[in-house]
């Protein structure tokens, strides 16, 4: 009953003009440089966005334009830096329907029982460059937020964009994909990014 009830609600088409409204974010942002594990903005809960205005659309735009820079499915705020609560996406399912969006102040719905399929496909991060680790996540997610301008939204996820619905709410909370992994799996994770080049400008961390 739960489960009937979670796909009667109204979600938003984040499919309709997806190439068009990706682009036109792009074009008005500028790109900003991608913050790294160890930097403190990324490993703290971020404020709540309040105020839905001109600053906050600019912000996205940035986003977008860098989250296209550095080749990624997903960038939250706090991977160009910013201390708010507000991720975008451009990310194909696994059926390859392109979905793109913003979702402000996002909170990660609880499945019922019977949604927690999980997919154990490898995970990777913008934050933590050219590092790669299998992670077992639900290949369903909902997650309820605003958009731009305040409205309350639903956004519904299945495979590979399920995953990045929660990896860019986890990162909102102060958590990143190598917090669920065992100390042996991070070790591994920091291991690649060490011994790897980032193909895009990041943030260095203040030694």
Known sequence: M?????DEREFIDDTQDAGERERAHRERGTV?????????????????????????????????????????????ANQVGVDLKVFVYDCEDDEGV????????PVLEELPAERRVLDDNNEGCLSVPTAYA???????????????SGKPILVRGTGYFARCLQHETDHLYGRLYLDRLSKRE????????????????????ES
Do not use: W
């Open 98 to 105: 392109r979905h793109v969006g913003v979702v402000c102040n």
């Open 32 to 76: 900003r440089p991608i913050t790294v594990v160890g930097n403190p903005v990324l490993h703290r809960e971020c404020a709540d966005v309040t105020e839905f205005d001109e600053g906050l659309a600019a912000l996205v735009d940035d986003m977008f334009a860098s989250q296209r820079a550095a080749s990624g499915v997903g960038l939250a």
């Open 186 to 205: 991070r070790k591994n994770a920091l291991k690649q990014m060490a011994e790897g080049t980032p193909r895009y400008e990041t943030v260095p961390n």
């Open 134 to 148: 299998e992670l077992a996540r639900p290949d369903y997610a909902v997650v309820r937020g605003q958009d731009t």
């Open 2 to 6: 739960a489960e009937q009830e979670t």
